[in-house]
């Protein structure tokens, strides 16, 4: 065993304390007071290791952590998020628990232990003074939400400027697994103005706004093909407003996932069109594009970045590593679109996201964090 791998040894019981206050604080994307005394316990974090904070803590941006190099190149990004799926309270009735092999609790695998073994990476590093890049950590905190009414992704696309490469650290089904493609994702709203009228005294004045959305909608789920990685899901309606008036309003929220951002250029003029050819006459339909999160996709740079990271999981004992690809987004989309070499699946080996089963394996802790280390002392140069 390495000086490494010892040290990080003596930290398990730190790194499972420091996962637990994680998990216990509920940090609902919708909820800024949450999210706010979830950041705050990275933040302190950050302090004890010395890192330089860039901003602050309020939901919507991101936390910056920096932390200079001793190594020449430019920086290397660490990145997770903070928040979860569920709803203030949860921590309460189902905190954090741990056995020897397993850890439970809201967010354990997507994905607060990410954050855990980046931070302790940098502590390891720190501890026994081994060269390292310079690093530059980001904690965004309305992931779940694909950035939906903040600018964080923008944020995060502008902290991501003149670093090196980049490694997220959402978990991964198995130890020896990376993931190098996720599907990226969109909100779009499609929303039909049609004409109000008297369904009894005057229906044939009316234009219906539901009847052309019913239409749209058919169409819709049809551009899914499940085969290339797309898939349209109209997941709420709303429209009208009494059963006795033609409804002059109706509007749906599209689920749309992508395998690539060509893809999802070509579904949006899809949509668009289906939008500008309406079936019930005097209806007009306007398309908006609420939010979106770009997709993972490999280049020769993150192939290149793949290969050094097995080099260190093989030597760690935990290669050869295995790329996969995600049905999921992640933020990982949005950094590789900035042109920068970008690794996933680089935290905690789990599964069953966003449930009330959802897992994550003790013993994954250690070899993924000093894994992480590694990747912060490759000499390897991009860009």
Do not use: W
């Not at 039909?192 to 369904?199: D, E, P, R, T, W």
């Amino acid at each position: 065993m390495n000086a490494l791998a010892t040290y990080l040894t003596t930290q398990l019981p730190a790194m499972l304390q420091f996962t637990e206050r994680l998990v216990n604080q509920d940090s609902p994307a919708t909820k800024p007071a949450n999210i706010q005394q979830a950041v705050a316990l990275v933040q302190a974090k950050m302090e004890a290791l010395h890192m330089h904070q860039l901003n602050t803590n309020h939901p919507g941006t991101i936390l910056i952590g920096e932390l200079p190099g001793t190594l020449p190149g430019r920086p290397v990004i660490l990145s997770g998020h903070l928040d979860t799926v569920f709803p203030t309270g949860t921590a309460a009735q189902r905190p954090f628990t741990t056995t020897q092999s397993l850890m439970s609790g809201p967010g354990i695998f997507d994905m607060k232990p990410g954050l855990t073994m980046g931070l302790f990476a940098i502590q390891a590093l720190q501890a026994l003074q081994l060269p390292h890049r310079a690093i530059r950590m980001l904690v965004i905190t309305d992931e779940e939400k694909i950035h939906r009414d903040s600018t964080a992704d923008q944020a995060l696309a502008q902290a991501t400027q003149g670093a090196d490469f980049a490694l997220n650290l959402e978990g991964s089904a198995s130890l020896n697994q990376v993931t190098t493609t996720t599907r990226g994702g969109m909100i779009v709203e499609v929303a039909v103005q049609g004409q109000a009228a008297h369904s009894g005294a005057a229906p044939e004045a009316g234009r219906s706004a539901i009847l052309e959305l019913a239409h749209q909608i058919i169409q819709l789920e049809a551009l899914s093909d499940l085969t290339a990685g797309l898939h349209v899901n109209c997941g709420t309606i709303t429209g009208g407003s009494s059963e006795n008036i033609i409804p002059d309003f109706a509007k749906t929220q599209l689920g749309v996932r992508f395998k690539t951002n060509a893809q999802r250029e070509h579904l949006l003029a899809q949509i668009q069109a289906i939008a500008a050819t309406p079936t019930v006459a005097g209806t007009q339909t306007t398309v908006t594009v609420k939010t979106k999160i770009d997709s993972l996709e490999p280049t020769t740079d993150s192939q290149t970045l793949l290969q050094i990271a097995d080099q260190h999981a093989q030597a760690i004992g935990i290669g050869p590593l295995a790329a996969i690809a995600s049905g999921g987004a992640s933020d990982a989309g949005i950094i590789a679109a900035q042109g920068i070499p970008t690794l996933d699946g680089l935290g905690i080996v789990g599964g069953k996201a966003h449930t009330k089963d959802e897992f994550a394996v003790v013993e994954s802790l250690l070899p993924r964090t000093q894994l992480i280390a590694a990747l912060l002392q490759t000499t390897h140069q991009f860009n």
